[in-house]
């Protein structure tokens, strides 16, 4: 197993294909703070589309901060983002089974890679979600100007609110992140 130092425990996964208009907010969000000064005390990873095999990603660290457009079960119907953490460890074997066995290897999300990584045996750690309401999902198009306001206000502050809570910081300047957004994710992001 890899080891990290204290301040290494933490990933920041943005999580989001930018071809498809909002669905790319979490893969946005964590390039532009990457880009506008980072964050201290954690990892900033972005993927466009998770896969099984991303569940390497988690070894060694502790928290994963996933960052996706999502809207979450109790999620009021007017809220634009939310925090939530996702802890496998509550799961019994059977369920972590089930979830593994019923797993598509073509549709994965934050809370099946946790659950997956829990079963290879390289993560037994935690996760908290910044989910961001997605408000135009269409090829080609890039974030909506709604989604990029949420994601440079409520959503950077469930950011810094969930790194907060696990010993890190956000360093990225605010205005610098909504400048980054507009001029960079108002179109897909190909790399």
């Known amino acids: 197993m890899k080891t990290r130092d204290a301040a290494g425990r933490v990933l920041v996964l943005g999580v989001g294909n930018t071809l498809y208009g909002d669905d790319g907010a979490g893969y946005c969000l964590v390039r532009a703070v990457e880009a506008c000064g980072g964050v201290e005390g954690a990892r900033l990873e972005a993927v466009q589309r998770l896969n099984p095999g991303h569940f390497s990603l988690l070894e060694g660290y502790d928290w994963v901060v996933f960052v996706d457009a999502a809207v979450l079960p109790d ?108 001029e960079n994710c108002r179109g897909p992001v190909l790399d």
Do not use: Q
Request: proline share 5%; glycine share 12%.
């Open 75 to 182: 999620m009021p119907g007017d809220a634009e983002a939310g925090l939530v953490e996702l802890d496998p460890s509550r799961l019994s074997e059977e369920e972590i089974a089930e979830i593994v066995m019923a797993t598509d290897p073509h549709g994965m999300d934050p809370v099946r890679l946790l659950v997956l990584g829990r079963a290879a045996g390289v993560y037994n750690g935690k996760g908290l979600l910044v989910a961001v309401r997605p408000r135009r999902i269409e090829f080609m198009e890039g974030l909506s100007g709604e989604t990029v306001k949420v994601l440079s206000g409520k959503a950077l502050g469930y950011l810094e609110e969930a790194l907060a809570r696990l010993g890190a910081r956000l360093r990225a300047d605010r205005g610098c992140v909504a400048r980054w957004l507009s």
